[in-house]
């Protein structure tokens, strides 16, 4: 923008420049404003040269602050100037003064049009730039046809082009329902072809803003992204000019892979292959240096790589090499770097299978969390709490205690509440629990919000066994001199239910528990004046016999608290004033708080609403989405023995249980049918509702129900809708968005080994990952939304058969953008049976409802566990077990045809150890296992098999074992194995299923067997 030889505007700078104050600049601004629009209404007299200085003189003013509400007319009239320095004056101005609705853009349309398809390259470029800086609608319905024909000519120069493609990415940004792309994947495709990396930079944009809204019309672009990449990350015909410190074009790499990233697979073998070993390339030559510049290029290509190979679920050597990396990355001194490493590791967790992995730089995070920034220490809590789990829960929370004394206010906050849910999810038992909440709130009491005392109330409330353990603690603190007033709160609860447990102790006298509780009184608020008050009632209550001592100090109390100026407190005096004087009818009055109905930790819910200093939203928050309400959290429950691992917690079903179906209702609750009893449908008070008030602990729609009860009998326990939805044949489902892959041989492989994708479409990708001891497992299934955009109205539904235990952890309904969602399933196995749980799934995403019925991995072969058994074990066993129901013998006809080796493989993989050399004839099979149940305990489980080896598709076989239900359901199952069964077209009706004579059909009026009997 030359502007050399117009002094009236050099010598109009400096005198704004020169002025003193703002009263000054503004009556200069006035004065030459009114100097130009004097000279505008002459415009006949105006040469070009004084019209130009004029309208720099406009902008100027105009980018001081200042309103230019004329003029308009005359800078429009620029762009028509056949001259370039008029046209450019014309173009830059019209650029900064005038926005996209302002109606004098529509005089220039076929001005700007006229220049676009004209040969003047010079005046193409300021067309392009100016509509690229503007992008109105308007200019998008009239323009966007010629800029894309510009866009693909091959006569352009290439700096046209690249105008031209950045010119149409903001067009299409702006208004993507007026520029039609359709049809453009075969051009996009042509135009990845480009050699000059100026045109592929700008095309590449275009390419990643076009995939975001829809990949699958752009397959094709695929193969050359990958072969971009190659030739960038072998240098291969890399112009100087676009070598930034030695890196071929750092940013074509990065919207290269970001483009990559919204393909959700990549199936062919080649180009998956091609692309890893680029990435590896990335990962392998990526190191850190001195020079800034250099870092900031390669480590942006980096992260990009980490995002996908992330994203493309590579194999876990990749992963562990990115982790690896990563750990260099945190150990630095160059706090820039530091901070993108633990951020990116932080990213890792949400990938399968990594998190034992970042276990190993476990002592170099807790390093960072001393770090003088608070962005780096922000970083590392995210990070430690995302990697903390049931191994190392002990370790983090007790560094997160440590820390927490010498905190930063800024994350004192942040830092409590996560130690709070960590402590809740992963406690080894309730009693450390209890010792970690009451260490937070004497360290951090201004810190700890009231949710977590009132959880801690909760657990003792509930456990009989933690509430001397609980009442001990609580007398223990009270002994400090300096008290946080929320320890007041718990202390004065906790002692007021149970210091009567504490009788027999030392110092646990019911005066001296007053004695001390009555020193913090003057001290107190009025909400925690009102707890001690109901402490000292209860208090006067577990005294018996009275002492007519402590009785005249409370009534004392009461009596000064009768005037007080707070309704609440003068109400409560008077009201145990009153009471205390029922005699033994005050046991009665005030005995010891039920216990509360089974509910879910708010504390999670209030980790996902924390601020976290990050421009995007961290991936830590993500996680904190995904494992909203989990189930490995505390349950409160009725009774829990203290100092013991948790229980696992699942519902009980019961087949005998169908007569009480009318007597008691079920509620859906999103992943698990619950029972509610009619009564606890309405709220009920209590006396902790009078203690607290407006902030009583949140409670769950309905309490825990006893073992003996069900959550699902039989299929008088669905609704009608549910029931049709839940038998359709997976045949029938309907569904307009088609699954990529064979979802049965997903399942098949899911039989086999613990992790993998259950299911995949393109919006969302479900996988498991499971581990099995004896008769218990725990799935995990991973919700991943693939896109940008979230996927609403989630629901997800286990319809388990009855010889299974399943509750899943509660869904959330919307899955954020391209985040992942972790999904506990925990399961017991009641009894044998070949039976398959069903998860009835369904979301959202725009306008399009999916629904999918998927057969869990929670097959028989799960809880079996191989055994090596000699023989001199063997045959004193198989020969005890003599004839039906405990051995069946059956010859099985249209086998597969499997050589011995490959039959073993295959035994071997269904958890059956075959023993070779124990029978005998070379041609026989002998295998043991042992099957884990709730019914059959541990029982051991011996197969023969006796093949033809001039016939491999029949074979005699053996099944023994000390359960005749286990029996013949082993014996079923290893048949289906090995024979090739095809699959039958959909039936209109459903057929009554066979039952065996000898053998009780438990899973005949169960739903998910009649689904699985189905599929």
């Not at 077209?985 to 066979?994: C, E, G, K, T, V």
């Amino acid at each position: 923008m030359a502007m050399s030889g117009m002094r009236g505007l050099s010598v109009f700078i400096s005198d704004i420049r020169n002025c003193q104050n703002k009263e000054q600049e503004r009556l200069r601004v006035d004065k030459e404003l009114g100097n130009i629009r004097n000279r505008f209404k002459n415009e006949k007299g105006l040469t070009p040269y004084e019209k130009k200085k004029y309208v720099w003189k406009m902008l100027y003013i105009y980018m001081l602050g200042y309103d230019v509400d004329f003029g308009h007319m005359e800078v429009v009239s620029l762009i028509s100037a056949p001259k370039y320095a008029e046209k450019q004056v014309g173009y830059i101005v019209t650029s900064c003064m005038l926005n996209e609705n302002h109606d004098f853009l529509r005089l220039i349309i076929n001005c700007v049009r006229n220049d676009i398809i004209g040969r003047n390259e010079t005046f193409q470029c300021l067309a392009l730039t100016m509509v690229g800086n503007i992008g109105g609608r308007e200019f998008a319905e009239s323009l966007a046809p010629d800029v894309q024909k510009l866009l693909i000519s091959s006569s352009c120069r290439p700096l046209v082009r690249k105008k031209a493609a950045l010119c149409l990415l903001r067009l299409y940004r702006k208004n993507p329902d007026v520029v039609n792309v359709d049809g453009w994947s075969d051009r996009m495709t042509q135009l990845l072809d480009e050699r000059d990396l100026g045109v592929l930079t700008a095309v590449m944009s275009l390419l990643v803003a076009l995939v975001s809204k829809n990949y699958d019309a752009y397959w094709g672009c695929l193969p050359k992204c990958v072969r971009i990449l190659e030739r960038l990350s072998r240098n291969q015909d890399i112009p100087q000019d676009y070598m930034y410190y030695g890196i071929p074009s750092p940013w074509l790499q990065v919207k290269t892979m970001r483009a990559l990233q919204y393909f959700p697979t990549i199936e062919d073998p080649n180009i998956r292959r091609s692309l890893f070993e680029v990435l590896q390339r990335i990962l392998m030559g990526t190191d850190i240096v001195k020079n800034v510049n250099k870092n900031n290029a390669s480590h942006a290509v980096l992260f990009e790589a980490l995002a996908l190979v992330m994203h493309l679920d590579a194999e876990k050597e990749m992963m562990s090499q990115c982790v690896a990396l990563l750990g260099k990355f945190i150990a630095v001194r160059e706090p820039n770097i530091r901070y993108l490493g633990l951020e990116n590791m932080t990213r890792m967790l949400m990938v399968i299978d990594v998190q034992d992995i970042i276990k190993k730089h476990q002592a170099q995070i807790i390093t960072s969390l001393k770090d003088p920034d608070i962005s780096i220490r922000r970083r590392a809590l995210d990070l430690l709490y995302g990697m903390c789990d049931v191994t190392n829960a002990k370790d983090i929370v007790e560094e997160l205690l440590q820390y927490l004394s010498t905190a930063d206010f800024a994350m004192c906050e942040e830092l409590a509440l996560k130690a709070a849910i960590l402590a809740e999810k992963f406690a080894p038992d309730l009693s450390w629990y209890v010792d970690v909440i009451l260490q937070l709130i004497d360290k951090a009491g201004d810190f700890v919000s009231d949710d977590i005392w009132y959880r801690v109330v909760q657990f003792v409330t509930n456990n009989d066994d933690l509430q001397p353990y609980a009442a001990v603690k609580a007398r223990e603190y009270l002994d400090k001199p300096a008290l946080h007033e929320t320890m007041v709160k718990v202390s004065a609860y906790i002692l007021g239910e149970y210091s009567h447990l504490l009788a027999r102790r030392p110092g646990c006298s019911p005066k001296e528990i007053f004695s001390v509780l009555h020193e913090k009184l003057p001290t107190v608020s009025i909400s925690t004046i009102a707890i001690l008050l109901s402490t000292y009632a209860k208090i006067l209550m577990h005294t018996q016999p009275p002492d007519p001592e402590l009785q005249d100090h409370i009534w004392a109390i009461f009596n000064k608290y009768e005037s007080c100026i707070d309704a609440e407190i003068q109400q409560r005096a008077v009201e145990y004033f009153t009471l205390s004087k029922k005699g033994v009818a005050l046991m009665d009055i005030l005995a010891e708080m039920p216990k509360f109905p089974e509910r879910q930790s708010a504390l999670i819910k209030k980790a996902e609403d924390t601020e976290i200093d990050t421009a995007e939203q961290s991936a830590i928050k993500l996680r904190a989405q995904q494992q909203q309400h989990t189930s490995n959290a505390l349950v409160v429950t009725d009774q829990r023995p203290a100092n013991r691992s948790l229980p696992v917690k699942v519902p009980s079903i019961n087949n005998n249980a169908e007569a009480n179906t009318a007597d008691r209702g079920l509620t859906e609750v999103n992943g698990t049918l619950s029972r509610v009893d009619p009564q606890s449908a309405t709220p009920s008070a209590d006396l902790l509702s009078d203690l607290l008030g407006p902030l009583a602990i949140e409670g769950p729609p309905s309490a825990a129900a006893p073992d003996d009860q069900n959550l699902i009998s039989g299929l008088e326990g669905v609704s009608n809708s549910s029931d049709a939805l839940a038998l359709a044949p997976l045949e029938e489902q309907s569904n307009s968005v088609q699954p990529i892959g064979n979802i049965a041989e997903r399942f098949r492989a899911l039989c086999l080994k613990d992790s993998g994708v259950l299911y995949e479409d393109p919006y969302i990708q479900i996988g498991v990952k499971a581990e099995w001891q004896a008769h218990h497992g725990r799935l995990v299934l991973f919700l991943g939304n693939k896109n940008t955009s979230p996927l609403v109205s989630v629901q997800a539904l286990i319809l388990p058969p009855s010889h299974l235990k399943m509750e899943l952890s509660l869904v959330p309904e919307t899955i954020p953008p391209r985040a992942q969602v972790q999904c506990p399933l925990e399961v017991v196995n009641l009894r044998p049976s070949r039976d398959v749980a069903v998860l009835d799934f369904s979301y959202k995403f725009g306008t399009i409802m999916v629904n999918v019925k998927l057969r869990l991995p929670a097959v028989l072969n799960k809880f079996l566990q191989p055994i090596s058994v000699a023989a001199e074990e063997f045959f004193p066993q198989w020969r005890s077990l003599s004839g039906p129901p405990l051995k069946l013998q059956e010859v099985v006809r249209g086998v597969k045809p499997l050589s011995l080796p490959e039959m073993a493989n295959l035994f071997n993989s269904f958890q059956l150890m075959v023993t070779p050399g124990l029978d005998p004839n070379p041609n026989n099979l002998v295998a043991s296992t042992t099957f884990y149940s709730e019914s059959t305990r541990a029982m051991l489980c011996l197969i023969r098999v006796e093949t033809d080896p001039s016939d491999r598709t029949q074979l005699r076989m053996t099944v023994a074992s000390g359960d005749p239900l286990l029996t013949f359901e082993l014996k079923e199952f290893i048949k289906e194995q090995l024979v090739s069964i095809p699959t039958p077209s959909p039936m209109p009706a459903l057929a009554p299923p066979q039952v065996q004579p000898t053998i009780p059909a438990t899973g005949a009026t169960d739903p998910g067997a009649i689904l699985a009997g189905l599929l």
